[in-house]
């Protein structure tokens, strides 16, 4: 079994109809029963630099013990003319955050996923000293 951590994240490609746009990662989120991908809100759209992709890829891996099996899923960016993603915000507006909620019975039958819950979320930035060492989670761009 290799370390569970590798398999809270995805590759994710952006797509404008069959031309690959860009590649990201998102990272697996459970709530309730619900599965979200959590991912910067400027890989589903950025309007300053002309990024309107229309849907997403993504890596999602097959076998715990080998992380080169995978499969690609592929998942629309809009429903009739609507975003399907929700941006994150703050009392200063919009920020640099996205999810996406996937549907389980659309993933890959065999994949293989870890997922972040409400109990790894701090509940006041109190818990945090200065200083405290930060782990990010994400995959480099190929």
């Not at 309107?52 to 890829?57: G, L, N, S, V, W």
């Not at 915000?89 to 890959?108: F, H, Q």
Request: aromatic share 8%; with cysteine.
């Amino acid at each position: 079994m290799i370390e569970p951590l590798l398999l809270t994240t995805a590759w994710v490609s952006t797509f404008e109809g069959k031309r690959l746009l860009t590649c990201s990662s998102g990272f697996f989120f459970e709530r309730e029963g619900r599965l979200f991908l959590v991912t910067s809100r400027h890989v589903m759209i950025d309007k300053p630099s002309g990024h309107f992709p229309d849907r997403i890829e993504m890596e999602l891996h097959t076998d715990a013990k080998n992380l080169t099996r995978s499969n690609r899923m592929s998942v629309p960016l809009y429903l009739n003319g609507k975003s399907v993603w929700r941006q994150g915000g703050d009392t200063g507006g919009e920020i640099d955050a996205a999810v996406l909620e996937l549907e389980r019975a659309a993933l890959p039958q065999s994949v293989v996923l870890r997922c972040f819950t409400p109990a790894h979320l701090l509940r006041s930035l109190q818990e945090v000293e200065v200083g405290t060492s930060v782990l990010i989670v994400g995959l480099c761009c190929r």
